[in-house]
């Protein structure tokens, strides 16, 4: 169960654990804040995010909030749980070991 | 709004593994239309649904394969293999099974199997031979600048007066004879063309040793150019042979090349490959007269210009000579009309009908054999839905499933693809060593590479279209429906059961065309082959000579008098003769060799019948067997008599009867009629011959032809050897390449009717077993099908009888809607038929009627026994099954 053994991951997962990292959210609010950060960087329609969610919860990297969303009992609210967690903090630790390679050429 | 969203909700509901839309798909939906909502411009909600439809697939293919992995982590495992297997691990997976399955049904496998063999075999066989002689351009360059002048052979004059025409770059002409060559163990008959100046450069031939003609020989030409076949089979690949002297009709003549193997001359010109090539001396004396017609004319039409400018042109310069020239005009003064075509159009001319047809009877076969293909695939997917079902509701998941089946097709499709090349390159090989390869270049006929591509795509795409197609519509519908219907739920219902009908029906339509066709054709030969010739075919054999260059004219009638002598005393020999030419010795629209127009009063005004004219020995009639109708024939040493036939009598005296002891005067001589002989199908069965002239032989000495017969016992022919011997007594420098009975002159006549007639009846006999196995098979099928129906029929107490004649009846009514409608297409083709057809019309109700007996006889057929199996129904047994 290392985390370092699921890395690289790809842009989409990582957003979205990023994003869930900072607190629950159901699929709609995901989508608008995924597209927000990455300026339409990073493209998610409906049926990827809940392809990718799902497999997620199969891996045990996020997880569903058992009480109802307040406003839409229909919607289903996803938190990150602390494997998810610990996967998000090795990625961007990565990803910054990556960048300091690169900054000193550009120097 | 609304229809958008709902067309992504059915798309989610359908593409996504079953546990995934239903834990996820509502969810799916309404976040997509919270997403078009929030979208307020136009383009936003466009980038929304673009964004959303699109990712679709990709979500889709995740969401089979996580649930792939999901299944392997349980037991409940289907199709998929263990974790960690590599793609090809699992396609290998995939084929094994497959294999597996279809060795479990042999009997499907196989009948799939030959079926696709059948279906692309044939169509690539003859793809091969159409392809060979109407797609393939002619073999030199720019070939469709090459032009050919029509209507026969041409004189010297004519080809002088031709190339004052414009438009052409260089004309080319050809002269073919024959010529012997002597020097060697015995003399040998070769074919020699003689050429002009341009024409190897027209063709763009080329030496593959020495070189071709220049300029010089065509004033000194007493050169030859050896073809390379010869070069190789006269002279054994002699590297002596350029530069040395080889005698030709009597005269040294010098080898000053070889050419290149390849070359293949064009058959309107040279009509075959001849053996050596000899400069046309344009000022011999057969090149000064306007009424020697030697030559076939080709041409290189100048670029930019045209074949129908020179057509144009041609015409003009007949038009213009016409009154100076009197071979350019017809009997009533207008100018003679000489068209022009282009080569390629000329070399195919006499196939390309045959071959179309050929192409089309090929077609419909294709179509019935890819109708039983559908039949077999359509019957198996149902069959297999239970097997389905139960696999799914295991776990297995849809796509693998289908990529089995779809494994299974392209297997048979390829095994039979296989199969089916393999039998075409058989039947390639075999057509092009039979003598009726009238195709040109058939004799270098071979399946090339674009064959096989087309061979192996059309036998994929048969059994992918035709085994994908149950195939989807098996595992799409609802595994548990299928469990629970069992062995009723397996035929499919209305909807297969109407497309197998209509399958049935068109194989009885397409069979019907293909055995009118047959039966037409069949007739038309038995009609050729039972007219009367006139002359003794049993009993004759033949010896065609050339004497060109051997002898003169002036000694021609007394050495051809001193070998009818020795072969007259050959043992076993009744009596022999001789003529320029022989009956069915030129066949299929050709003559031979000798035409003059015949006047009853001397002197030019009296109104002339043209007829053919035969100088013939003494004693021709009796070697024929033609008896006269009325007078005798000559006796030897009579001069100046003739006996004439009875068509030219009737036109010129009004009856037979009429005619003997009356003079002809033709511009050869007057004539003295002593007999009048019945018409002969001299040319022929199904050339009639019109008036003929029949003449002492001394009359046709100009003529290098001396074609002698032979009367023998009917069964004792004499052996060619002794007949042989007997000519090489008188002369032994004489080549005798050829003896053949009448009987065998009288096959190779109709042979292309006798081939045609057996191809196509066997093409109709193939789609019939293929009509009469798919409407068994679909009856059968029903039968099955309604087995618990005709249980509690049977069990309530209907009689057996009435309950066969019903299935009976349901066979017979799709044949004969099937058999109604092939009729009606039959029609319509029979008219297409018409040109190659002898004496039968193509829309002979004969012919159709018997064409629809024999289909109402195969459907009855095929619908007796699987009503016999109806009838013998246990009821008991069927419905204790429940």
Known sequence: MDPESHLPLPPRTLLILAVLAEGPLHGYGILTEVEERSRSGVTLDAANLYRALRRMRADGWVEEVDEPDPEDPRRRLFRVTPLGRSIVEAEVARLQNVLSWVRPAQA | ?882
């Open chain 2, 1 to 882: 709004m609304r229809p958008v969203v709902a067309a992504y909700a059915w798309l989610v509901r359908r593409l996504f593994p079953r546990g995934f839309v239903e834990d996820e798909a509502a969810e799916i939906v309404e976040t997509f239309r919270a997403q078009c909502r929030a979208a307020d411009t136009r383009w936003g909600i466009a980038r929304v649904v673009l964004r959303s439809f699109g990712g679709l697939a990709g979500a889709a293919w995740g969401a089979w394969r996580d649930r792939r992995r999901e299944l392997r982590r349980s037991p409940a495992a289907g199709t998929a293999g263990r974790a960690g297997d590599g793609p090809v691990t699992r396609a290998g997976g995939t084929v094994r099974r497959a294999a597996r399955a279809l060795a479990r049904r042999p009997s499907f496998t196989g009948s799939v199997v030959a079926l696709v063999a059948l279906g692309v075999g044939s169509a690539t066989a003859i793809l091969t031979v159409v392809d060979h002689a109407l797609l393939r351009p002619l073999p030199y360059p720019d070939p469709e600048r090459l032009a050919f002048v029509t209507e026969g052979t041409h004189s010297g004059p004519f080809l002088e007066d031709l190339s004052a025409v414009p438009g052409v770059e260089a004309w080319a002409a050809a002269w073919r004879r024959d010529a012997v060559l002597t020097g060697g163990d015995t003399p040998l008959l070769l074919t020699d063309v003689k050429v002009t100046r341009d024409f190897f450069a027209v063709f763009g031939a080329r030496p593959a040793r020495g070189r071709l003609f220049v300029d010089d020989d065509f004033r000194d030409p007493a050169v030859a150019v050896v073809s390379f076949d010869a070069w190789l089979t006269v002279w054994g690949g002699d590297p002596g042979l350029v530069g040395r002297s080889i005698r030709v009709d009597g005269s040294a003549v010098r080898v000053v090349g070889v050419v290149e193997e390849g070359f293949r001359p064009p058959a309107p010109l040279t009509r075959g490959e001849p053996d050596v090539w000899t400069p046309l001396d344009p000022a011999s004396a057969v090149m000064s007269e306007y009424h020697y017609g030697i030559l076939e004319i080709g041409a290189r039409v100048r670029p930019g210009a045209s074949v129908e400018d020179v057509d144009r042109a041609v015409a003009d310069m007949l038009r213009r000579r016409a009154p100076e020239v009197e071979a350019y005009r017809e009997e009533d003064g207008r100018p003679v009309r000489i068209p022009v075509v282009a080569l390629e159009d000329e070399t195919v001319a006499g196939v390309r009908d045959d071959l179309r047809l050929l192409m089309a009877a090929v077609g419909v076969l294709l179509l019935v054999a890819c109708a039983n293909v559908a039949h077999l695939f359509l019957a198996r997917g149902l069959g297999r839905l239970r097997e389905m079902s139960v696999r799914r509701a295991l776990g297995a998941d849809g796509p693998a499933l289908v990529l089995q089946l779809l494994a299974e097709a392209v297997l048979v499709g390829l095994a039979g693809g296989a199969l089916g090349l393999a039998g075409a390159g058989v039947a390639v090989e075999a057509y092009r060593r039979t003598g009726v390869s009238a195709v040109p270049g058939a004799g270098e006929l071979s399946l090339d590479l674009r064959v096989l591509a087309f061979a192996v795509a059309a036998s994929l795409v048969t059994a992918v279209i035709f085994g994908l197609m149950p195939a989807l519509q098996a595992t799409r519908s609802d595994p548990a429906g299928g469990l629970r219907e069992g062995g009723r739920g397996s035929t499919g219902g209305a909807g297969a059961a109407r497309l197998r009908g209509a399958l049935v029906v068109g194989e009885v339509a397409l069979s019907l065309i293909l055995v009118a066709q047959a039966i037409l054709l069949f007739r038309s030969f038995a009609a050729l082959a039972s007219v009367s010739p006139g002359f003794a075919v049993e009993g004759v054999t033949t010896v065609p000579l050339s004497v060109a260059g051997v002898y003169g004219m002036e000694e021609r009638t007394e050495r051809a008098e001193a070998i009818r002598t020795a072969l007259e005393a050959v043992p076993g020999v009744e009596g022999a003769a001789y003529g320029i030419t022989m009956p069915l010795e030129f066949t299929g629209g050709s003559t031979c060799c000798w035409g003059m127009g015949v006047r009853a009063e001397a002197g030019p005004e009296a109104h002339e019948v043209h007829a053919a004219v035969h100088p013939v020995s003494d004693g021709y009639f009796d070697v024929l067997g033609i008896s006269p109708v009325a007078g005798r024939p000559w006796a030897p040493g009579e001069a100046d008599v003739t006996v004439i036939n009875a068509a030219l009598a009737v036109a010129r005296f009004g009856s037979a009867g009429e005619a003997v002891g009356r003079t002809v005067h033709t511009d050869e001589a007057s004539r003295r009629v002593v007999g009048v002989v019945p018409d002969t199908r001299h040319y022929g069965p199904d050339q009639d011959h019109g008036p003929a002239l029949y003449v002492p032989a001394a009359a046709g000495a100009w003529s290098p032809r001396l074609h002698l017969a032979v009367r023998s016992r009917p069964g004792q022919a004499p052996p060619a050897d002794a007949l042989r011997e007997a000519v090489w007594s008188v002369d032994p420098e004489l080549p005798v390449p050829v003896v053949r009975s009448l009987e065998e002159w009288s096959a190779r006549a109709v042979a292309r009717e006798s081939f045609a007639s057996k191809l196509y009846a066997t093409f109709g006999l193939l789609a019939l077993l293929l009509a009469a196995a798919g409407l068994a098979g679909t009856t059968l099928h029903a039968v099955a099908s309604r087995r618990r129906e005709l249980g509690i029929r049977l069990a309530l107490g209907e009689g057996r009888r009435r309950v066969e004649r019903r299935v009976l009846a349901g066979g017979l009514a799709l044949g004969a809607v099937g058999t109604a409608l092939g009729l009606g297409v039959t029609w319509q083709v029979g008219r297409a038929l018409e040109r190659s057809v002898y004496g039968v019309e193509a829309d002979d109700p004969v012919t159709l009627a018997g064409a629809a007996g024999v289909l109402l006889a195969v459907v009855a057929l095929s619908s007796w026994l699987p009503a016999r199996r109806a009838g013998r129904t246990d009821p008991v047994r069927v419905l204790g099954s429940e």
